[in-house]
């Protein structure tokens, strides 16, 4: 199949549910394993941080979230533009679904982050840039949720977050720079966090091994939501109802 | 949406086309496989109880409601919807003005007042004045803004008599000048040659929907 | 005049009427700004070291506010008597009345608190010397303010109770104006060189006057399939 194939059947639900059954199962069955070995490996066999100690174990959960919310809003942003150019159904769906898992990995890096903050810097919460723009970010998610909270008409709700979602991206890369720019004034030199360039192989190959683990996450969510999504937004139709008799009667799918 | 370049009058093109459009709003079948054609000098009744779809289909071919299936072809148009479209803190001159520099459209506003039968309200402030004075002004547009389609819903609400004589005679002008017009009314129009189409009440699209 | 430039003065000259015809609503914003000075003042407490050295943050983060006031009502009369629906379908090209429309919003948000700003500094004992830098940054930083928050003013207008939510939608996009702009009166306070500051500043607001008048043209748009 060409991209040119599969960019077109992405317009159809019905070819999608099909199509994602078994990336569903995969990507959620790698991202178990990927997981598990990460944080085992990260928690039990990675050594201590000279500087830090054990405290630093953390980076296991907070950089691989922040990475995913992230991503996930440039997901959004590309979904977005797709939605209002190309009025692909499921771009909205994607829209839709994305919100949840973002806000979700943004509170556990904002969490992650101040429960690092406790033993490295001796207080809950620190004005970090890092953590600074992912309370930003944050803030971001809320507003696209409210805001399809707040339209009642489903289509007008998909294509208004669409907007926002856009005018977030571009905007991103200069809060960003600009939280950056910020604590130079206030804080000076700051303690930044150990990069992963500089760590040993016994600590970074489980924050790498981690990081893909949580894309596959991502995805294995994402697809999941979709698929809910789907079959809520085309129930009306002829093959959700063949798909819904035919589980009842016990078949597969 | 395809924008007619051409001077009206001069095409042979219909103003406006519709080819197998069908509308769905929140869940419900408002319409589908609709398919119509109109040509300059013709003007289409849009009837069907409350709730059948008549302002929907019209916001779509106004452009105002983008979730249709099938085509919609239509020359550049006027849009005459539930709220007036006029500002109650400008004067009446002050709304048609703005209007004028909106279309670039060349009627003067003093003369458009007058041909709406509001002579001499053109510096009293819309809010000062009654709802269908108010409606009157709005009509003042489809004079000040000229274009070959005009798509009107309701445009006899809260005028009285003589108001709804002089919709009647705008229509007639349009049509004579070789425009189009696509009037939803519960009222009868009263236009001559005018083409009816009777919108139904349907059933809720969950059965009716294609797979 | 005939063509795009009287399309954009044509409306221009509209708001510009309709604002001087309701000067009320258009005052209240600034009301507001020099209330919730006041109240910084109580809160803080009156010692011109504090409250001057405070004052850069307190200004900017007023200014924003006000603006958030100023802009829930920019397209909401608009939209309910229906003249909303009237510019979207006949300006061309649509951009431009949504532009004339955002420029006479600042004039009477951003401009006039540019204008007002010796008011605020000399109530929040803001250093004489950085008068000049504070009004700068507000005249070259509102315009962002303006351009974005019509953004979310436009995707909230056909709600019932937008308010909360503008503020939601649009706060965070404010956060770069905010530090560039109290941030350069900040430095210029310890005599620091602050173009670059500046600069970006405009950078910001040059880019939301790029992208924001299609973004709030698609959001009308949007807002009015619901109608």
Known sequence: MTLKELWHRLGSPRWFYRFSGPWHVALGVLAALLLTAGTVWGLVFAPPDYQQGESFRIIYVHVPSAIVAQSAYLLMGAAGLVLLVWRMKLADMVLAATVPFGMTMTALALFSGAAWGKPTWGTWWVWDARITSMLVLLFLYMGLYALRQAIPRQETAGRACAVLALVGVINIPIIKYSVDWWLTLHQGATFTLTEPPSMPPQMWIPLAINVLGVYCLFGANLIGRLRVEILEREQGTQWVRELVARQAAGGGR | ?211 | MKGPVGVFLGQLRRELVAALRSLQEVLNPLVFLFLAITLFALGVGVEPETLGRYAPGIIWVLVLLSNLLALEGLFRRDYDDGTLEQMVLLGRPGFLPVLAKVTAQWLFSGLAMTVLAPLAALLLFLPGEVLGITMLTLLVGSPALTLLGAVGAALTVGLKRGGVLLALLILPLYVPTLIFGAGAVTLAMAGVDVTAQVYWLMAVSMLALTVAPFAVQAALRISLEQS
């Open chain 2, 1 to 211: 949406m395809l924008r007619s370049l051409l001077p009206r009058g001069a095409s042979l093109k219909p103003l406006l086309s519709i080819e197998n459009l069908g509308c769905e709003r929140d869940g419900r079948l408002l319409f589908g496989g609709l398919t119509l054609c109109l040509a300059a000098g013709e003007c289409l009744e849009l009837k069907g109880p409350n709730g059948s779809g008549k302002s929907t289909l019209l916001r779509a071919v106004a452009g105002l409601y983008p979730d249709y299936t099938g085509t919609i072809e239509a020359a550049q148009s006027l849009y005459f919807g539930h709220r007036p479209g006029v500002s109650a803190v400008l004067t009446a001159e002050e709304n048609l003005r703005w209007y004028a520099a909106l279309c670039s459209g060349s009627g003067a506003a003093a003369d458009a007042l007058a041909r709406v039968g509001m002579a001499g309200y053109e510096r009293v402030a819309c809010q000062h004045m009654s709802a269908g004075q108010q409606r009157r002004v709005a009509l003042a547009r489809l004079v000040v803004c000229e274009a070959p389609l005009w798509l009107l819903d309701e445009p006899l609400t809260a005028l009285d008599a003589s108001g709804q004589a002089l919709v009647r005679a705008l229509i007639a002008d349009q049509l004579h000048r070789g425009g189009a017009v696509v009037c939803a009314t519960h009222q009868s129009l009263e236009v001559s040659g005018a083409r009816v189409l009777e919108l139904g009440v349907r059933e809720p699209a969950a059965q009716a929907a294609p797979g």
